[in-house]
């Protein structure tokens, strides 16, 4: 079995020595996004979370979205588990917890889409995303308490997900059945990690089988061979579709999933899938990339056709900083100093452009393509407690 190894010299300064960027992100963690979100998003009365608050932490709009509640169970229970005992930490989780038991899931066992704040259903259970960060959630939350109810609820949850692949959004699916039957990226791509995450719940028998499926659909059906990188949605039998959506390229996504698999290659000593990723993660960068202001794109297509999505050319949090741990990760194991140098740079952008300044704790998450706030807000109904306090733990535990 091989070993991550920090192959960078330790006497070098902090431009070139990426271990010394672990504190800076255990720093910005603990003291600054995790405090924002304690001090400012627990629900006290009703339970559970909210998401939707500005610049200095006020809260603009109560609506609960389900899947935002589990991240946010889910990274306090992870942090419970994985930084320190704090029962401060458990009990926020919990809070989260005992709110989705109550008022998450219909009568068949799907979690709705979003809440209001008393926790009665808003929008109905159409997005299999809410399903896979709640079982998400409560596995975590398992590790944590032992509770066995929390175990059955991602076990549950899990089997349900499963049971939906082929049809995530069930009768709430708009397209007509026959005609261009796609299959997106989305679901493969969070199933590598979910599996991962569960193994003390689901088994390593189950992990063992789902993983190399999804390894294979992933870089047989979704990666664009002539291009090196990874579409958002391909036709049902992997191919190619020559349409709006066949065409799409989500950088972020492609460069997110990277680190998933790199995750699975360590599991399985697979250093033939550690290459793949790598080159898959610097041609993804390298196609995203704007030229002239910096950051990537949010989408692109394949063949630089006209883009339906007119939110193209923003750059968004989530994007940048999993590409940060993608290039962490790819260096630290492979020691390619191509990634090395695309991580400092986007350590560079991100680090100027998303956080605030002025009023610190959670960063900005929507930026102009220019690179300026659009939106001032530091969460609401995509955004929440999740991609930057898990990314800059991934990327001081990466670099530590």
């Known amino acids: 079995m091989f070993k991550i190894k920090n192959r960078v010299n330790k006497e070098l300064h902090l431009?070139?020595?990426?271990?010394?960027?672990?504190?800076?992100?255990?720093?910005?963690?603990?003291?600054?996004?995790?405090?924002?979100?304690?001090?400012?998003?627990?629900?006290?009365?009703?339970?559970?979370?909210i998401t939707c608050l500005d610049r200095e932490g006020k809260v603009y709009d109560t609506d609960k979205f389900?899947?935002?509640?589990?991240?946010?169970?889910?990274?306090?229970?992870?942090?419970?588990?994985?930084?320190?005992?704090?029962?401060?930490?458990?009990?926020?989780?919990?809070?989260?917890?005992?709110?989705?038991?109550?008022?998450?899931?219909?009568?068949?066992?799907?979690?709705?889409f979003s809440l209001n704040q008393k926790g009665a259903p808003l929008i109905e259970p159409?997005?299999?995303?809410?399903?896979?960060?709640?079982?998400?959630?409560?596995g975590e939350l398992?590790?944590?308490?032992?509770?066995?109810?929390?175990?059955?609820?991602?076990i549950d949850t899990y089997n349900n997900i499963l049971a939906r692949e082929h049809n995530p959004k069930g009768v709430w699916n708009k397209a007509h059945k026959g005609t261009r039957d796609l299959k997106g990226f989305s679901l493969p791509m969070i199933l590598c990690n979910?599996?991962?995450?569960?193994?003390?719940?689901?088994?390593?028998?189950?992990?063992?089988?789902?993983?190399?499926?999804?390894?294979?659909?992933?870089?047989?059906?979704?990666?664009?061979?002539?291009?090196?990188?990874?579409?958002e949605n391909v036709l049902a039998d992997g191919g190619f579709c020559d349409s709006f959506e066949g065409r799409l390229v989500n950088p972020g996504h492609g460069n997110e999933s990277m680190w998933f698999l790199m995750d699975l290659a360590v599991r399985y000593n697979d250093l033939d899938l550690i290459k793949q990723c790598e080159d898959i993660l610097i041609r993804t960068t390298e196609f995203g990339w704007d030229q002239e202001f910096g950051g990537i794109y949010y989408f692109l297509d394949i063949k630089g056709q006209p883009m339906q999505e007119l939110q193209w050319n923003q750059k968004l949090w989530w994007v940048h900083i999993e590409t940060m741990i993608s290039f962490a990760k790819a260096y630290t194991l492979t020691g390619n100093k191509t990634c090395k140098e695309w991580y400092i740079k986007l350590h560079d952008?991100?680090?100027?452009?998303?956080?605030?300044?002025?009023?610190?704790?959670?960063?900005?998450?929507?930026?102009?393509?220019e690179g300026k706030p659009l939106l001032e807000a530091k969460g609401g109904k995509w955004k929440g407690c999740f991609h930057v306090p898990r990314g800059l733990y991934q990327l001081w535990k990466t670099l530590e």
Request: with cysteine; net charge negative; hydrophobic share 45%.
């Open 142 to 154: 398992f590790k944590a308490t032992k509770n066995p109810e929390h175990k059955d609820v991602a």
């Open 194 to 231: 979910l599996s991962l995450i569960l193994e003390d719940v689901i088994g390593k028998e189950v992990v063992d089988k789902m993983v190399p499926l999804l390894i294979d659909d992933i870089m047989t059906n979704f990666l664009n061979k002539e291009h090196g990188v990874i579409m």
């Open 349 to 369: 952008y991100t680090w100027k452009h998303f956080r605030d300044e002025k009023h610190k704790g959670e960063w900005f998450g929507y930026l102009t393509r």
């Open 66 to 112: 389900v899947w935002l509640q589990g991240r946010q169970v889910w990274m306090f229970a992870m942090l419970y588990n994985n930084v320190e005992k704090k029962q401060a930490w458990l009990d926020i989780a919990l809070n989260g917890a005992d709110f989705l038991l109550k008022n998450g899931r219909d009568k068949n066992g799907n979690w709705y």
């Open 126 to 138: 159409y997005n299999i995303f809410s399903d896979c960060f709640a079982a998400m959630a409560f």
């Open 15 to 49: 431009e070139n020595d990426l271990s010394e960027y672990a504190h800076l992100y255990q720093k910005e963690l603990l003291e600054e996004i995790i405090p924002f979100w304690e001090k400012n998003s627990i629900d006290a009365e009703f339970g559970g979370y």
